[in-house]
């Protein structure tokens, strides 16, 4: 298969997420393949003529280079004397431009349409399926759709929208759906520090969560406030037809959401109103393929055998996207599987998008399809490294080894030789890929000199290979609770990268000349071999520094980083860092070879913990400085922004309400200090619990090119540090490669690669590396949340499970809960009519000839079941009310 230039620049043009995918087809060993360059061969480059668009000039190329392929076909395969003369292969166009083939034909050019080339292939009932819904061979809409009433307004052309955009009448932001009311959305947007609200599927116009949109903000007296009722999208459209290509209307379904709309709209509260708008076009898709099931009640025949195409729903795994309408041949087999459908489009006329059939990955709640169903509904690129990538490893492969010291030798180059030094790792249990290690030691003069030794990746990850751009592709290594999947290869990320005790490693080193008060006299930085004296986990570090009994040189090393550790924290803490909380789970697995999870405790924090953490912290400022004073205009930075004041509102009004309490967010020092006076004497996990609500009012850190936003945006807000970055860990994150090649070009050892010059390169990179940064954090919350369910099903087979939870949220029919133990938040939902007040944060609920007030911050006890979803045969966890009353039945 022969693709041209002129179509994979299109492609790049119109979607950069398939671009790539079309890019590591195009690339994978077994490829059948190739990419022609047409555009630079003068027999097929093409110049754009007079009066044409762009659009006609692609295809004038594509036909043009069509017709030098048959010829160029034939005068490859010249006769041969004395043998029959060997049919030639005939070069085919395939396109569903409809007006693209009617000239090629013109032409005289075998052409026809993707469908009808996989119409003629083996299997095609199946290969169909896997077809865009786009591609058509009629050039006008169906009467059918034509004639059906429009749902949405038309979105404005792009031109206009950036017009809009740049003269502030409209504005730009990603739009995020509302996780507990599918009819209800937001876009934040730099004009207003509260999101632009989008009430109702008319105003949201068939944004998808994610997409980058252009929004028209209405005249305050038209703002609202958001909906307070959880208005789930399955039960509300439970019996809505897929297959209905009749008008959609005034049906039930769209009656039923306008009866919501105006329920929530009576009863709105004037208090919270904010930007309120509606979405007048997209500037960017985020469309790609998700993780999905079919709804087996849209199905008109589930019969095993039928053949016949189907209209069906495809419910996603997510509940911030919409049901996406599929037509398949295989809707009765893929029942109880969970499938990947992509997004081809959305018209004005439909209330769902519509897709396609990509592939099923295998049996619901089977572990091997909801791992790789996890890993693809966050994007997180998986496949195993290619060739091209593994050849970039050392060939001496896991023989390689640190040679002998010699003058001579590259490897020892400017290294300074720590080997001696007493050097010693603290990791989790079982961590392979250690990234760093610790040393500490007085000095004769009074101070103390510390040393943090991070993996020296960048020796062996050389910029501009098929190792670093793949590397730079998956931007950090994703941790699921029973699975990992690496940045680098095996080789490297924990074996010749990873600072393993009593083997010699090449490193990159910070050490510093430290005052007893941990004041920093100086610090330098340096490449180095050391060789690791011994791999703690935080416990056994623990254990050594409180036994009274030891005194050897490795534990006083631990006792006196210890004691550097706590002073550093406290010149932090005083500086104004934040002590925030995020809740965090430990799975107990069944055994080190089985993934069966058996119970679910919370993760224990010791000093050690906050021992590395304190070096880590102080290794990045320091590298931070060095990079941005040698390279301000490309060094790679980490900022945290301060949270606009409006995010904190609401968090503000429920402490003062419920409990008298104040927030001050004028500063991160006052922040610090008012959540420090959080604190309720009869509950400890209440300060644990605020602290948590304020970190989801925060903005999440990102990284940046120092050159590209203003200095005085720098600082790390949470950290209170006017610059930061990340360096301590390269063997899990890409950004600390590039902060290693920048240290590595400042201090004199290499020259800095041309693309870490490039400003414009620098923030490309950064841009992905944010994104697969956040997904990876979701992903590995996702897996601790299905270990967590499966957790929590083999506890409730064998007794009734309750847990203690906090309520975090009220809702006009419900509570939102958080199970602290299990580290999971939960919904308790009222199918009764129960008093809601929203001003108080409170609902009051008729029990037994009594009224029984629950409000935010309350502790109630929950009962946590675990049930199989009829229709998409997914286990998911339910919750309801066991104390102060029993909310089953209600």
């Not at 120092?706 to 063997?731: C, E, K, M, N, Q």
Request: glycine share 4%; aromatic share 6%.
């Amino acid at each position: 298969m022969i693709l041209l230039q002129t179509v994979v620049e299109e492609v790049r043009h119109r979607s950069l997420p398939l671009y790539n995918r079309l890019k590591a087809l195009v690339k994978s060993d077994d490829k059948r393949i190739w990419i022609f360059y047409n555009e630079y061969r003068s027999e097929t480059a093409v110049i754009r003529e007079e009066g044409e668009s762009p659009n006609d000039r692609n295809d004038r190329g594509i036909r043009k280079a069509t017709a030098w392929y048959n010829n160029h076909v034939s005068l490859a395969r010249p006769p041969v004397r004395g043998q029959a003369k060997s049919p030639l292969p005939t070069v085919v166009l395939l396109t569903d431009d409809v007006a693209n083939r009617q000239k090629a034909e013109r032409e005289g050019l075998t052409c026809m349409s993707v469908r009808k080339y996989v119409e003629g292939m083996k299997e095609s009932g199946q290969l169909l399926d896997l077809l865009s819904v786009a591609g058509s061979d009629t050039i006008e809409p169906t009467q059918a759709v034509a004639a059906r009433q429009a749902l949405y307004p038309d979105y404005l052309p792009m031109a206009t929208l950036l017009a809009g955009i740049k003269s502030g009448h409209l504005h730009q932001g990603h739009f995020n759906a509302n996780q507990y009311n599918y009819l209800e959305g937001s876009v934040s947007v730099p004009a207003f520090e509260k999101p632009v609200l989008l009430i109702g599927r008319e105003h949201m116009n068939r944004a998808v969560q994610g997409d980058i949109v252009a929004v028209e903000v209405f005249d305050e007296k038209d703002w609202k406030a958001p909906a307070d009722e959880v208005v789930d999208q399955e039960a509300t459209l439970k019996n809505d037809d897929a297959d209905d290509s009749e008008e959609e209307g005034e049906d039930d379904e769209a009656l039923a959401e306008r009866k919501v709309l105006q329920t929530e709209l009576a009863k709105q509260s004037t208090s919270s109103k904010q930007p309120t708008g509606r979405v007048v076009g997209i500037v960017k898709r985020n469309w790609r393929s998700y993780v999905c099931h079919i709804d087996s009640t849209s199905l008109t025949s589930t019969n095993p055998t039928s053949l016949s195409q189907q209209t069906v729903f495809a419910t996603p795994v997510s509940r911030l996207l919409p049901r996406i309408r599929l037509r398949t041949r295989q809707a009765p087999m893929l029942i109880g599987q969970k499938i990947l459908v992509t997004i081809d489009r959305w018209e004005r006329t439909s209330r769902y998008p519509e897709g396609h059939f990509v592939r099923a990955l295998g049996k619901v709640q089977s572990k091997e399809a909801e791992q790789e169903s996890l890993l693809l509904e966050f994007d997180v690129p998986y496949r195993p490294f290619g060739k091209a990538i593994l050849d970039c490893l050392p060939p001496e492969g896991d023989k390689w080894v640190v040679p002998p010291k010699s003058a001579t030798d590259p490897n020892w180059r400017d290294r300074e030789d720590l080997r001696d030094l007493i050097v010693c790792s603290i990791d989790p249990p079982g961590c392979q890929d250690i990234d760093d290690a610790l040393h500490a030691r007085r000095l004769p003069n009074g101070n103390i000199e510390a040393g943090v030794h991070i993996a020296d990746v960048s020796h062996f990850v050389l910029p501009d290979t098929p190792m670093d751009h793949e590397a730079a592709a998956r931007g950090t290594t994703v941790y699921l609770v029973d699975k990992r999947i690496d940045m680098l290869p095996a080789l490297l990320g924990t074996n010749l990268c990873s600072l393993r005790p009593h083997v010699e490693r090449l490193a990159f080193s910070v050490i510093w000349e430290l005052s007893p008060e941990a004041e920093i006299v100086n610090v330098r930085f340096t490449k180095s071999v050391i060789a690791s004296k011994s791999a703690f986990t935080y416990e056994e570090a623990q254990v050594r520094k409180d036994d009274p009994k030891l005194s050897d040189s490795l534990t006083e090393s631990i006792r006196l980083l210890n004691d550097l550790a706590r002073k550093l924290k406290a010149a932090r803490m005083a500086a104004g860092a934040l002590n925030l909380a995020s809740p965090e789970v430990k799975i107990q697995l069944d055994s080190s070879e089985s993934s069966d999870p058996i119970d679910v405790e919370q993760k224990e924090l010791r000093e050690t913990n906050s021992l590395v953490e304190e070096f880590m912290l102080l290794a990045n400022i320091s590298v931070a400085g060095k990079i941005q004073e040698t390279f301000p205009q490309t060094a790679v930075l980490r900022r945290h922004l301060p949270p606009p004041k409006a995010n904190f509102e609401k968090l503000q009004d429920i402490l003062k309400k419920r409990r008298g309490m104040t927030l001050d967010v004028s500063s991160s020092g006052a922040l610090a200090s008012s959540l420090d006076r959080c604190v309720d004497p009869d509950e400890p996990a209440f300060n644990t619990l605020v602290r948590i609500m304020a970190t989801r009012c925060m903005l999440s850190a990102e990284y940046f090119c120092s050159g590209s936003v203003a200095r005085d945006t720098f600082g790390h807000y949470g950290l209170a540090s006017p610059i930061y970055t990340h360096f301590t860990s390269p063997i899990r994150r890409y950004a600390d490669v590039l902060a290693h090649r920048q240290l590595s070009a400042a201090i004199g050892y290499t020259s800095l690669h041309p693309s870490l010059h490039s400003k414009s390169h620098v923030e490309r990179v950064l841009e992905v590396v944010n994104k697969r940064h956040r997904m990876a954090q979701m992903a590995s919350r996702a897996s601790v949340e299905f270990y967590v369910g499966l957790a929590l099903k083999a506890r409730s087979e064998k007794e009734t499970v309750i847990e203690d939870a906090f309520v975090i949220r009220t809702f006009r029919n419900g509570l939102g809960v958080f199970v602290s133990r299990l580290g999971i938040e939960g919904l308790v939902t009222f199918k009764r009519e129960i008093q809601f007040d929203a001003d108080n944060y409170v609902i009051t609920i008729p029990a037994d000839e009594q009224l029984v007030a629950i409000a935010v911050f309350d502790k109630v006890k929950v009962l946590v079941e675990v049930e199989q979803d009829k229709n998409t045969q997914r286990g998911r966890v339910v919750m309801s009310l066991a104390h102060p009353i029993d909310s089953r039945g209600m």
